[in-house]
T-cell receptor
């Protein structure tokens, strides 16, 4: 079993939909949780960075962490075609900070 | 957010030659940088952790004599793929860590070995 599991998709939604992206993990030592967006042939871009459980909102993006279930989510409201990309979750242990990445979910938002 | 650059963005080389890839943090100093490789539709695989002024720490299975890393300053790390072969063809991405432990990635370098 991989430490971080993420469905590769692709996930195809119409413009304006609410998108839910998820990851599960097995290592309870993870304390820092991140979401990255990666466009084709580009490096990942940090979207959200959270510590421990709870919610964090930034514009159309909301990150949720449920440590009891070892489950994290990224919600995108009012999705746009420009949101079409691969979304990678990542997490790291306190004191280490080298993240372990999920394989990424490909999101397609069609007009 | 902080900016990390990579050069070149793509390179094509003949089998047996060496290729150097540069990673620069443009607006912050990074004592730690990371090198990843990514195959199509796959996740990022950490190759090594580069620490300024000291030897790099390589992940298990990564040949340190083949992938030479030099972190000579607080803003520059280089990865040299020595005696490259077609199986080394991949997307190489660096990242740099800020003092707040956030990681910012470079745009990546696509290496094709003929």
């Amino acid at each position: 079993q991989k430490e971080v599991e993420q469905d590769p998709g692709p996930l195809s939604v119409p413009e304006g939909a609410i998108v839910s992206l998820n990851c599960t993990y097995s290592n309870s030592a993870f304390q820092y949780f991140m979401w990255y967006r990666q466009y084709s042939r580009k490096g990942p871009e940090l979207l959200m960075y959270t510590y421990s459980s709870g919610n964090k909102e930034d514009g159309r993006f909301t990150a949720q962490v449920d440590k009891s279930s070892k489950y994290i989510s990224l919600f995108i409201r009012d999705s746009q075609p420009s949101d079409s990309a691969t979304y990678l979750c990542a997490m790291s242990k306190g004191g280490s900070y080298i993240p372990t990445f999920g394989r990424g979910t490909s999101l397609i938002v069609h007009p | 957010g902080a900016v990390v650059s990579q050069h070149p963005s793509w390179v094509i080389c003949k089998s047996g030659t060496s290729v150097k890839i540069e990673c620069r943090s443009l607006d912050f100093q990074a004592t730690t940088m990371f090198w990843y490789r990514q195959f199509p539709k796959q996740s990022l695989m950490l190759m090594a952790t580069s620490n300024e002024g000291s030897k790099a720490t390589y992940e298990q299975g990564v040949e340190k004599d083949k992938f030479l890393i030099n972190h000579a300053s607080l803003t520059l790390s280089t990865l040299t793929v020595t005696s490259a072969h077609p199986e080394d063809s991949s997307f190489y991405i660096c990242s740099a860590r800020t003092n707040y432990n956030e990681q910012f990635f470079g745009p990546g370098t696509r290496l094709t070995v003929l």
